[in-house]
Every structure is written in structure tokens, then in C-alpha cells.
């Protein structure tokens, strides 16, 4: 069943400030149109608590007790894509089941009223327990422990999903999940991660809602293995056999994307950053992806600017505590600009934002988002 909540706690500074600037920037405003779906990106899947420890010095050791300097807590699992979506002005609709413990109804107001996501086809589970996972990040990289009961027995994602301009997906090796051959029927377009084969089969075959799909993007492992090319760029070409788009992540080399359709071929590389905390990034680069192709945006800029919100999100701590909103977008392109001795060059390939980021969505960059979020008791 679908529950409402009420608030527990003052409601974190940074999830309200995401509503607002979700509100205020909608870069498909140009495009929409009467009769239009009401969602702009659709997904399902599993919402964990995520308790992230910050500021530790060196990874914990056997037998001692290690106290980190700065701790945060926000949704995570899908909740990670679904937040940094809608921080970027697109109206998302999330289907997920909520544990109805304390822990559930953070992430429920955290998303429904900090993010304003619609949770509609959402519900939350009597009995159920919330998954969480702690992370420990030190030394650019991070440790996770999660904890979770089985999951609900009923699927989360509806018979029937509400109509989406997109809907993103997580493909699982041998399995086909329902909803997205009927939203691809509806003329939502689907954009499809995936997971490590855990099997070891790497079978295009054992991905049959491939077909339903307009894009894939994978990591440069994965395309290999799945195309057995030795080459992550002849992957994602091989990849067009199966799907229009392929875009292929190359860590620290950027990405590589490939349009079948229009015959457009793209590769930009990293922005090189300091990077303190990976998590998520993955499902930023996904959303930034997504926003620039539902607006229509030719191949590198979608390219360059899902790269430009990854390499922002792991400046921050956590998952939805990193996703950049335009604010950070926009802070950092007058900041890149005013900086002395840039490559001239490379910053053209960024001028597209020019014409996007609003001057009074101004803010300091880059922000530490990562605070005790769950919240305090109100007074009286």
C-alpha cells in the first residue's frame, strides 16, 4: 500500500535547497507540451538507508575503535539515480517499497518532500525493515557493510508504470522484469545499466530486455566481456547491433558513446578532480545522460555533461548526498572560466552551458554535504 508521512525531524538544509532548484531550473522546458506524459524519468527498485563515515584518516583497523570526523545519512540504493534525476529539474516518479521503521520514513520524506520525487506507486511494507548500508570513505575510495531482511514478496514495480518520457532500468542476466517491455510499448524510452555477471555467462542473449532499449550503458569491463572485443571503443560499436546507443565508461579516461542511428560517434575525456568518495557516481553520470538526451542535445555534449555531474558527485560524501544540482553546475563553469591558463579548447567543449545555467542559482563551490541527516525532535 501507498503511505503518507509526517516529519519527525527539521527537514536537512541540502534536501530543501534540491526541491527549490529542482523547481526553479526544467531543462525540457522548451519541449513540453499539452498532453505530455506527467513524469519525465520512471524507476524501481530497492531504497536502502545509507549511513556514510567521513574525515577517517585510514581504513579501520582489527580490534580498535575509529572515530570519523563527519558522518552523513541520506537514501541510497535507487534512491542514488532517482535523486540526482530530479536535481536536475526532470519530474521523476519512483515505485519502491519503504520498510515501515523510523529508517523508512526518513527516506520516504527525504525523497517525497526534500527531492520532490513522486512516490506514488511507492507503498511501504508493515513489518518490513529498512536496508541499510554504513560506507567508511578514506583515501579516495570506500568500504560498504549493508544489512537487509528478503525483500517483500511483491514486486515493486507496478503492472502498468505511469507513463515517462524515459525510464531507467537495471538488467539483470537471465531475467526479464515485466514492466519494461510495457513501458517500452507506451513509447517510454528505456536507458539500461547492469550488474556484474555473476554467473560468468557475459550472454547479450541473457539480457533479453535488451531489445526494449534505446540505450545501454555499461563500464568498459563489461562491454568487453559481454562483446568479447579487446577494445572498449570497438565494444560499444558492437553494442549497436543490439541497442541504438552504446556508451561505454572509461574511468579515468572519460567515456566513449556510439549513435547507430544518427551515425554520431563521441568520446570526452575525465575532468580531472579530486575525488573523495565514489559512491553513486555511476547513477549520476546515468541521470546526466538521460537529461541531455531527453532534451534532444547532440551526443558529445550528453556525453560531457554526465561526465561533468560524475566528476562533481565524487567531490562530495555519499550517494543522493553527491548529485549536483545546477547550482553546483553552474558554480563550477564560472569558476573553471575565471581559473588562468586553461585549455581553451577543452572549455569549449563545456560552452553548452552557457545557454542553461541561470546566473542566480549562483553558489559557493564545492559544498560538503555530508551532515547527521535523520533529524532532530521539534520543541514544543
Same mark, same amino acid.
Given at each position: 500500500?501507498?503511505?503518507s508521512?509526517?516529519?519527525?525531524?527539521?527537514e536537512?538544509?541540502?534536501?530543501?535547497?534540491?526541491?527549490?532548484?529542482?523547481?526553479?531550473?526544467d531543462?525540457l522546458?522548451a519541449?513540453?507540451?499539452?498532453?505530455?506524459?506527467?513524469?519525465?524519468?520512471?524507476?524501481?527498485?530497492?531504497?536502502?538507508?545509507?549511513?556514510?563515515?567521513?574525515?577517517?584518516d585510514?581504513?579501520?583497523?582489527?580490534?580498535?575503535?575509529?572515530?570519523?570526523?563527519?558522518?552523513g545519512?541520506?537514501?541510497?540504493?535507487?534512491?542514488?539515480?532517482?535523486?540526482?534525476?530530479?536535481?536536475?529539474?526532470?519530474?521523476?516518479?519512483?515505485?519502491?517499497?519503504?520498510?515501515?521503521?523510523h529508517?523508512?520514513?526518513?527516506?520516504?520524506?527525504?525523497?517525497?518532500?526534500?527531492?520532490?520525487?513522486?512516490?506514488?506507486?511507492?507503498?511501504?511494507?508493515?513489518?518490513?525493515?529498512?536496508?541499510?548500508?554504513?560506507?567508511?570513505?578514506y583515501?579516495?575510495?570506500?568500504?560498504?557493510?549493508?544489512h537487509?531482511?528478503?525483500?517483500?514478496?511483491?514486486?515493486?514495480?507496478p503492472?502498468?508504470?505511469p507513463?515517462?518520457?524515459?525510464?531507467?532500468?537495471?538488467?539483470?542476466?537471465?531475467?526479464?522484469?515485466?514492466w519494461?517491455?510495457?513501458?517500452?510499448?507506451?513509447?517510454?524510452?528505456i536507458?539500461?545499466?547492469?550488474?556484474? $555477471?555473476? !554467473? &560468468? #555467462?557475459? /550472454?547479450?542473449?541473457?539480457?533479453?530486455?535488451?531489445?526494449?532499449?534505446? =540505450?545501454?550503458? *555499461?563500464? @568498459?569491463?563489461?562491454?568487453?566481456?559481454?562483446?568479447?572485443a579487446?577494445?572498449?571503443?570497438?565494444?560499444?560499436?558492437?553494442?549497436?547491433?543490439?541497442?541504438?546507443?552504446a556508451?561505454?565508461?572509461?574511468g579515468?579516461e572519460?567515456?566513449?558513446?556510439?549513435?547507430?542511428?544518427?551515425?554520431?560517434?563521441?568520446?570526452?575525456p575525465?575532468?580531472?578532480?579530486?575525488?573523495? $568518495?565514489? !559512491? &553513486? #557516481?555511476? /547513477?549520476?553520470?546515468?541521470?546526466?545522460?538521460?537529461?541531455?538526451?531527453? =532534451?534532444?542535445? *547532440?551526443? @558529445?555534449?550528453?556525453?560531457?555533461?554526465?561526465?561533468?555531474t560524475?566528476?562533481?558527485?565524487?567531490?562530495?560524501?555519499?550517494?543522493?548526498?553527491?548529485?549536483?544540482g545546477?547550482?553546483?553546475?553552474?558554480?563550477w563553469?564560472?569558476?573553471?572560466?575565471?581559473?588562468?591558463?586553461?585549455?581553451?579548447?577543452a572549455?569549449?567543449?563545456?560552452?553548452?552551458?552557457?545557454?542553461l545555467?541561470?546566473e542566480?542559482?549562483?553558489?559557493?563551490?564545492?559544498?560538503?554535504?555530508?551532515v547527521?541527516?535523520?533529524g532532530?525532535?521539534?520543541s514544543?
Open positions: 500500500m501507498t503511505s508521512h509526517t516529519l519527525t525531524g527539521e536537512p538544509e541540502h534536501l530543501t535547497q534540491a526541491g527549490r532548484r529542482q523547481a526553479q531550473v531543462p522546458a519541449l513540453r507540451e499539452p498532453g505530455d506524459p506527467p513524469w519525465d524519468v520512471y524507476l524501481t527498485g530497492t531504497v536502502f538507508l545509507d549511513i556514510i563515515f567521513t574525515g577517517l585510514s581504513a579501520p583497523v582489527r580490534g580498535t575503535e575509529s572515530w570519523a570526523r563527519g558522518m545519512s541520506s537514501p541510497g540504493g535507487v534512491a542514488n539515480m532517482a535523486s540526482a534525476l530530479a536535481r536536475l529539474g526532470l519530474r521523476t516518479s519512483l515505485a519502491a517499497a519503504f520498510g515501515d521503521d529508517y523508512g520514513e526518513y527516506c520516504w520524506d527525504a525523497l517525497a518532500q526534500g527531492e520532490g520525487i513522486d512516490l506514488a506507486a511507492s507503498r511501504t511494507v508493515p513489518g518490513w525493515h529498512s536496508p541499510v548500508t554504513v560506507s567508511m570513505a583515501e579516495g575510495e570506500r568500504t560498504m557493510v549493508s537487509g531482511h528478503e525483500p517483500p514478496p511483491e514486486e515493486p514495480a503492472d502498468c508504470p507513463r515517462a518520457r524515459a525510464a531507467v532500468a537495471s538488467l539483470t542476466p537471465g531475467r526479464r522484469a515485466p519494461i517491455a510495457q513501458a517500452a510499448r507506451e513509447g517510454t524510452r536507458f539500461a545499466d547492469v550488474g556484474w $555477471d555473476e !554467473t &560468468g #555467462a557475459w /550472454d547479450l542473449a541473457g539480457l533479453p530486455d535488451l531489445e526494449h532499449c534505446e =540505450a545501454f550503458l *555499461p563500464n @568498459a569491463e563489461e562491454a568487453k566481456r559481454y562483446t568479447g579487446d577494445c572498449p571503443r570497438l565494444a560499444a560499436h558492437a553494442l549497436t547491433e543490439y541497442v541504438p546507443v556508451v561505454v565508461t572509461l579515468s572519460g567515456a566513449y558513446a556510439v549513435d547507430r542511428r544518427t551515425g554520431e560517434a563521441a568520446e570526452v575525465a575532468i580531472a578532480v579530486e575525488a573523495l $568518495d565514489p !559512491t &553513486g #557516481a555511476g /547513477d549520476v553520470f546515468v541521470a546526466g545522460f538521460v537529461t541531455g538526451s531527453l =532534451a534532444g542535445w *547532440p551526443l @558529445a555534449d550528453r556525453l560531457a555533461f554526465a561526465g561533468l560524475a566528476a562533481l558527485s565524487v567531490q562530495e560524501f555519499g550517494g543522493s548526498l553527491s548529485a549536483p545546477w547550482s553546483e553546475i553552474g558554480a563553469w564560472r569558476r573553471v572560466q575565471s581559473v588562468e591558463g586553461q585549455d581553451r579548447a572549455l569549449r567543449r563545456y560552452a553548452f552551458l552557457d545557454r545555467v541561470p542566480e542559482l549562483d553558489r559557493p563551490w564545492p559544498l560538503r554535504r555530508a547527521p541527516t535523520i532532530f525532535r521539534r514544543g
